[in-house]
């Protein structure tokens, strides 16, 4: 008798990276990215995969990048809604589940270790303790896992969109450019990628130069490789302000089991990470900068992370987390 198999996706903004999952064993064995503007919905993205597959799957497990309410999910930067409904339909499937995508980035984290990570600074996670995770890519995700019992337990949330603070004139006056005609300036809209192109926008005009159409991933290399002094100045920025939020988030989930940074960005740059600034933004938390010290922050640079935490969550739904026998789970 074959493995019972789930189907896991994670649905982006951009891209949907759709997998086979073996429920007993946690394999993964390859998995398809499909852009998400071929589509006008998810259940046409799914229904497409598993017939290119011919896949007869028990179960499928959507990660999304927006927020879940019951049986019903939105994706904030691509104007997608589905129900499991629908999802049920597409797919063949006996049960869908939804979750928001740093849900499933979090439960990953218990399944991580050795080449999945690389640290920056700090101790090592405390054992058991909260840990969190934030991760620019198309937009700005933010979630957690809190151990309870005998499991970690996920702590969804929609932190991308909270308020981005400013904390000195020059910033101000830099970032004002990116104020225009907004509600509400959120993290996001200096931490995705989208964010990145915005910043390089917004020194260009603080210099007085002409700033270039350029992709994030442009705008990323030239800064990294020191070839452009206004891409130098916005993914400085960039860094610094990732730091500045994920320290906050470490704050406000009292995170020192680590703060991971997952995301499509963080990996990219990662040399830029590697340097002081992140940190010093990270730690730069009087009265508790002592604290901060210690609490570490990894990149994680499992290229397979979101399907790693869905796979574990499809295995035992009921039980809403990542049981410690998670590990299982491999590529």
């Known amino acids: 008798m074959s493995n019972p198999t789930a189907l896991v996706a994670d649905v982006g903004g951009t891209n949907v990276r759709f997998a086979m999952a073996d429920l007993d064993g946690h394999v993964v064995p390859h998995f398809d990215t499909f852009s998400a503007a071929r589509f006008r919905s998810l259940p046409e993205a ?62 990953s984290v218990p399944l991580l270790s050795g080449d999945d990570l690389q640290q920056l600074g700090g101790d090592a996670p405390v054992e058991r303790a909260v840990k969190a995770v934030v991760g620019p890519g198309t937009g700005l995700g933010v979630g957690g896992i809190v151990w309870s019992a005998s499991r970690w337990m996920p702590i969804p949330g929609e932190g991308g969109h909270t308020s981005f603070a400013v904390e000195t004139k020059e910033e101000m006056e830099i970032l004002e450019r990116l104020r225009d005609g907004l509600d509400h300036f959120s993290n ?7 964010g990145i192109i915005n910043l390089y926008a917004a020194f260009a005009a603080y210099r007085g130069v002409k700033a270039q159409m350029l992709e994030a991933s442009e705008v990323t290399r030239r800064g990294l490789y020191k070839e452009d002094p206004i891409a130098v100045e916005a993914l400085d920025f960039f860094v610094k302000a990732l730091g500045r939020v994920a320290g906050d988030t470490a704050l406000t989930l009292g995170a020192q089991g680590g703060v991971y940074l997952g995301g499509g960005i963080p990996q990219r740059i990662l040399a830029a990470l590697q340097r002081p600034e992140f940190r010093e933004a990270f730690e730069d938390k009087a009265p508790h900068r002592e604290m901060m010290s210690h609490i570490p922050t990894f990149v994680v640079t499992h290229p397979l992370a979101a399907l790693a935490g869905l796979s574990a969550y499809a295995r035992a739904p009921g039980n809403f987390g990542v049981a410690t026998d998670g590990r299982r789970w491999r590529k």
């Open 188 to 194: 996001e809209r200096v931490l995705s990628g989208p």
């Open 46 to 107: 799914a229904a497409a995969y598993v017939k290119k597959t011919g896949a007869k799957p028990k179960v499928a497990a959507f990660a999304v990048a927006g927020p879940v309410t019951g049986n019903k999910a939105t994706i904030t930067n691509l104007r997608w809604s589905m129900t499991t409904e629908e999802l049920c339909e597409a797919t063949g499937a006996e049960k869908t589940l939804l979750v928001n995508d740093f849900e499933a980035q979090a439960l």
